[in-house]
């Protein structure tokens, strides 16, 4: 299924999200994640979204498979910041 993408927006659909349970080091590049999807499913499904965060809940990244590839979304905490000694 291909996404949406009429008008100015592109719209992408995800049918499951599934969390890690395991802080993981979400600095590095998005086929470190993936290796981890793969190791714990077997395969990166289509319309499934993987959400990981890093030890101090101070940073996430979600990875979202498309059916074409997959997208990268990546967040870092305004708190963070002001919490860093």
Known sequence: MLPNCS???????IG????????????????RLLARVAQVFGTAQSH???????????????????????WCAARRSPLAAATKS
């Open 48 to 70: 499934h979204a993987y959400l990981f965060a890093n030890a101090r809940h101070t940073r996430i990244k979600l990875l979202i498979h498309d059916g074409l590839g997959v």
């Open 7 to 13: 008008g100015t927006g592109c719209d992408v659909r």
């Open 16 to 31: 499951v999200l599934r969390l890690a349970v395991e802080p993981i080091d979400v600095r590095g590049y998005t086929g």
